[in-house]
C-alpha cells in the first residue's frame, strides 16, 4: 500500500498535466470548427488568431475547453480518447482482425523476440572473447561501442535494402535491427559481470588448481547473473524500438510500425497514441518477464532472498 499511492499520485498528476496541455494544443483547431457553427470567437476570423498564443486564445474563448478534449483528430489527444481506442482495439476487435491492437503487436513481438535472441547471443558470446583475448578488448569493444552512434533511422533503411537485394524479406530484416540494438547492452553488462569477481576470489580457485573452464562456470559466470538480467531488460526494450523502428521504412502494413505510419498518413494522432501506448505496454510486459524470471533465477542460486 506505501508503494501504490506514490504511483498513483504521480500518474494522477500526469494525467491531469496531459489534459492541461491538450487545451492550448488543440484550443486553435476548436475555435475554427466553433466559428463555422456559427458560434461567437473572440477574436474572429482565423488569420487573426494565428499568430495569437494558444494561452491567450484560451483565456479568451473559456467556453471552447471542453471541445478540446472532444476533437476528431486532435493534436494531442486527452488520455480519455486514447483509453476507448485501446479498448475498442484490443478488446471489441477479434485478435485475427487487422484492426486489433494485440495482431499488430504480435507481428512486432516477433520480430522483437527473434531479434532479441539474435543480439543477446552474440552479446554473451561477444563478451566471453572479450573477457578471454585481449586483442578482442582492444579491438571489438570500441567498434561496439562507435556502432551505437549510428543513428537507427539512417541504418535501418540500409539493412533492409542490402537484405532484399538478396532475398532475405520479412520477419527477419526488422529483428536484424532489433539485435543491432539489443546486442550493445548485453555485451557491456557481461563483460562487466564477468570481471566483477574479485582478486581474492580468484586466487582462491588457483589455489584449488581450478581450471580456466571451472573458473568461468563455477565463479565468473554465477557473479555475471546479476548484470546478465538487467542488461537484458534494456535489451528487451531496445530491441521493441528496433522492430518497430523496422517497420517503418518498408511501408509495412501490419505491426506496430505500421500502425505508426498509417495513423501518420491520415492525420489519426488519437491512433498514434495508442500505438504508442501498445507499444509502452508490450515493452513493460517483456521487462516484467525478465524481472520475474531474474528473481527466480537469482534465488535458486542463493543470489538473493
Do not use: C
Not at 494525467?15 to 487545451?23: K, T
Request: glycine fraction near 8%; charged fraction near 10%; proline fraction near 6%.
Amino acid at each position: 500500500m506505501r508503494l501504490i499511492l506514490p504511483i498513483l499520485t504521480v500518474v494522477a498528476a500526469l494525467v491531469a498535466l496531459w489534459y492541461v496541455a491538450a487545451v492550448p494544443m488543440n484550443i486553435k483547431g476548436v475555435l475554427v470548427e466553433a466559428e463555422r457553427a456559427g458560434a461567437e470567437v473572440t477574436p474572429p476570423g482565423a488569420a487573426e488568431r494565428r499568430d495569437m498564443s494558444s494561452f491567450a486564445l484560451v483565456a479568451q474563448n473559456g467556453f471552447a475547453i471542453p471541445a478540446t478534449w472532444a476533437q476528431e483528430r486532435p493534436r494531442l489527444p486527452a488520455p480519455h480518447q486514447v483509453a476507448v481506442e485501446l479498448w475498442e482495439t484490443t478488446v471489441e476487435k477479434r485478435i485475427t482482425s487487422k484492426r486489433s491492437l494485440i495482431y499488430h503487436a504480435w507481428i512486432t513481438l516477433s520480430a522483437t523476440l527473434l531479434g532479441f535472441a539474435i543480439g543477446s547471443a552474440a552479446g554473451v558470446l561477444l563478451a566471453v572473447g572479450i573477457l578471454y583475448n585481449r586483442a578482442m578488448d582492444m579491438s571489438v569493444m570500441p567498434w561496439a561501442i562507435a556502432s551505437q552512434t549510428i543513428p537507427i533511422l539512417a541504418i535501418a533503411p540500409m539493412i533492409i535494402v542490402v537484405l532484399n537485394s538478396v532475398g532475405v524479406q520479412g520477419l527477419l530484416p526488422k529483428a536484424m535491427i532489433s539485435a543491432y540494438l539489443s546486442f550493445f547492452p548485453v555485451v557491456v553488462g557481461m563483460v562487466k559481470g564477468l570481471r566483477s569477481p574479485d582478486a581474492m576470489q580468484l586466487d582462491l580457485l588457483r589455489t584449488y588448481n581450478a581450471s580456466p573452464s571451472q573458473g568461468f562456470w563455477l565463479l565468473r559466470l554465477p557473479a555475471s547473473m546479476p548484470y546478465f538480467f538487467t542488461s537484458l531488460k534494456i535489451a528487451a526494450a531496445a530491441s521493441l524500438v528496433g522492430a518497430i523502428v523496422g517497420e517503418l521504412p518498408t511501408g509495412a502494413v501490419a505491426g506496430l510500425g505500421a500502425r505508426l505510419l498509417a495513423g501518420s498518413y491520415y492525420g489519426q494522432t488519437i491512433q498514434i497514441w495508442s500505438a504508442l501506448f501498445g507499444a509502452a505496454i508490450l515493452a513493460a510486459v517483456l521487462v516484467g518477464i525478465i524481472g520475474l524470471v531474474q528473481r527466480i533465477t537469482l534465488k535458486r542460486m542463493g543470489l538473493s532472498r
